[in-house]
């Protein structure tokens, strides 16, 4: 089991996204940058992003110079959603994450990103939480 936001859990979900060839198949004509920036957590503010590449999928530690889309959000939401305690809509709307950049891409990839939120459904019941 990975920490929630440890290197060990970003590198779980990148091994997740390589091995799903639905979302292979589901990214195959999308180019899309999602950054993913979390506050307030024990270690700080943490980074990673997820590269759309047509076809390929990866999942990186850090910050990339100019996502498609960025989100920010503290530590309590985003463990609240990533839980499921929370939905991420729902926290959107109520201002406790803020979105920068081209939100209308989401709307365009809602196929890819639901592929990506099930390739990671396995990953978030072998997480470990704070």
């Known amino acids: 089991m990975a920490d929630y936001l440890s290197s060990e ?3 779980a979900l990148r091994a997740a996204a390589r091995a799903d060839e639905e ?5 195959a004509e999308v180019e899309l940058v999602l950054q993913q920036h979390v506050t307030d957590t024990p270690e700080g503010t943490v980074s990673y992003y ?3 590449d047509r076809g390929e999928v990866f999942v990186q530690a850090g910050e990339v110079a100019e996502p498609d ?3 920010v ?3 309590a939401t985003a463990t609240a959603v990533a839980r499921g305690e929370l939905n ?3 926290a959107l709307q109520k201002g406790k994450i803020s979105i920068h950049g081209d939100a209308r891409a989401l709307t365009r990839n809602q196929q890819v990103l639901a592929a990506l939120d099930h390739s990671f459904s ?3 019941t072998e997480t470990t939480y704070r």
């Open 9 to 11: 859990w970003i590198d």
């Open 23 to 27: 979302l292979a198949r589901a990214a």
């Open 50 to 52: 997820v590269t759309f």
């Open 69 to 71: 889309v960025a989100f």
């Open 73 to 75: 959000q503290d530590y």
């Open 88 to 90: 991420a809509l729902e």
């Open 122 to 124: 396995q990953v978030r």
